[in-house]
């Protein structure tokens, strides 16, 4: 609908619902309106695909400072957005908004449509020299923290850090061009925020 934008809301005991929104009312805590939500890069629509796909949630905040973002911890030590799979029965912007739940605590407001994508190499042998590189398709979407809970993964350590500071955290102990994708979501996540 022209004039009217959905988000995702992450509740307390709920997972998400949508709610739609009129053009000049504010979601942002600075007071500022939203504009309608476009899509830059819509998940594919075929079911076969969501095997080889993951959602993430690019978690932020607004503060006097500026814009601050939320990464969690990989299992192996590395910064990143909370991500996982899509399970079965869920939207795409559920589905990141369950991962945000999870793994970083995170009560607030997920944009329904992704706003960028970012492709993910997963080793899929790692004991022999052969292995191959499996490509996943990871469908980002803005989420506007309200509160944050205690975690339900552990060892997840969820903190804020500011555009520069995300931006150099995720790119530590990456491929440079793996580093530069996920630099990038910020980048694009920065702009879309201004854009409000």
Same mark, same amino acid.
């Given at each position: 609908?022209?004039?009217?934008?959905?988000?995702?809301?992450?509740?307390?005991?709920?997972?998400?619902?949508?709610?739609?929104?009129?053009?000049?009312?504010?979601?942002?805590?600075?007071?500022?309106?939203?504009?309608?939500?476009?899509?830059?890069?819509?998940?594919?629509?075929?079911?076969?695909?969501?095997?080889?796909?993951?959602?993430?949630?690019?978690?932020?905040?607004?503060?006097?400072?500026?814009?601050?973002?939320?990464?969690?911890?990989?299992?192996?030590?590395?910064?990143?957005?909370?991500?996982?799979?899509?399970?079965?029965?869920?939207?795409?912007?559920?589905?990141?908004?369950?991962?945000?739940?999870?793994?970083?605590?995170?009560?607030?407001?997920?944009?329904?449509?992704?706003?960028?994508?970012?492709? %993910?190499?997963? %080793?899929?042998?790692?004991?022999?020299?052969?292995?191959?590189?499996?490509?996943?398709?990871?469908?980002?979407?803005?989420?506007?923290?309200?509160?944050?809970?205690?975690?339900?993964?552990?060892?997840?350590?969820?903190?804020?850090?500011?555009?520069?500071?995300?931006?150099?955290?995720?790119?530590?102990?990456?491929?440079?061009?793996?580093?530069?994708?996920?630099?990038?979501?910020?980048?694009?996540?920065?702009?879309?925020?201004?854009?409000?």
């Amino acid at each position: 609908m022209i004039g009217e934008s959905n988000y995702a809301l992450v509740e307390p005991g709920r997972i998400v619902h949508s709610a739609v929104m009129k053009d000049g009312e504010s979601r942002l805590t600075t007071g500022r309106s939203r504009v309608p939500i476009a899509k830059f890069f819509p998940p594919p629509k075929s079911s076969k695909l969501r095997g080889c796909e993951q959602v993430a949630a690019t978690c932020y905040r607004i503060r006097g400072s500026g814009i601050e973002f939320l990464l969690i911890r990989t299992r192996g030590g590395r910064w990143t957005f909370p991500k996982g799979g899509i399970e079965p029965g869920l939207t795409y912007a559920q589905a990141a908004a369950l991962e945000a739940f999870e793994e970083a605590g995170v009560h607030g407001r997920m944009e329904d449509e992704s706003f960028t994508h970012y492709v %993910r190499r997963k %080793r899929t042998d790692m004991r022999t020299s052969a292995g191959s590189d499996d490509k996943i398709v990871v469908n980002a979407h803005l989420c506007e923290v309200l509160r944050l809970g205690p975690p339900q993964e552990s060892n997840r350590n969820p903190t804020w850090f500011s555009v520069q500071k995300a931006k150099n955290r995720l790119q530590q102990d990456r491929k440079s061009d793996n580093g530069a994708q996920l630099a990038h979501v910020i980048d694009l996540a920065v702009a879309r925020i201004q854009r409000f």
